[in-house]
């Protein structure tokens, strides 16, 4: 059986604010849906984590990529009259 813990933390005005009214609307308490905010953000960093170790190691073992720069020029170039093509991954030499 796990045991409730009490957190207190600061948070502004606007931000309480905004949080009661999607309580309300979820017909929750504030308290549990900051704790279920809290806990998928930290679900989501654990993915984001894991995918960004896999992509190192991937990277690491030679596989195919797309260079940062590249794809940076390739981004900025979305909608202007000079929009380049889809950068295609290479491997490292």
């Not at 009490?6 to 979820?26: C, G």
């Not at 549990?32 to 806990?39: D, F, G, N, T, V």
């Given at each position: 059986m796990t045991k409730d813990v009490t957190l207190s933390l600061r948070i502004d005005?606007?931000?309480?604010?905004?949080?009661?009214?999607?309580a309300r609307q979820a017909k929750r308490s504030k308290s549990?849906?900051?704790?279920?905010?809290?806990?998928?953000?930290?679900?989501?960093?654990a993915q984001?984590?894991?995918?960004?170790?896999?992509?190192?190691?991937?990277?690491k073992a030679g596989a195919p990529m797309i260079a940062h720069e590249d794809v940076d020029r390739w981004l900025k170039s979305w909608g202007t009259p000079n929009e380049l093509p889809r950068p295609k991954a290479t491997v490292k030499p």
């Amino acid at each position: 059986m796990t045991k409730d813990v009490t957190l207190s933390l600061r948070i502004d005005r606007k931000l309480s604010d905004k949080l009661a009214r999607r309580a309300r609307q979820a017909k929750r308490s504030k308290s549990s849906l900051a704790a279920y905010a809290i806990e998928n953000f930290l679900e989501i960093e654990a993915q984001e984590i894991a995918l960004t170790r896999q992509a190192l190691a991937r990277s690491k073992a030679g596989a195919p990529m797309i260079a940062h720069e590249d794809v940076d020029r390739w981004l900025k170039s979305w909608g202007t009259p000079n929009e380049l093509p889809r950068p295609k991954a290479t491997v490292k030499p």
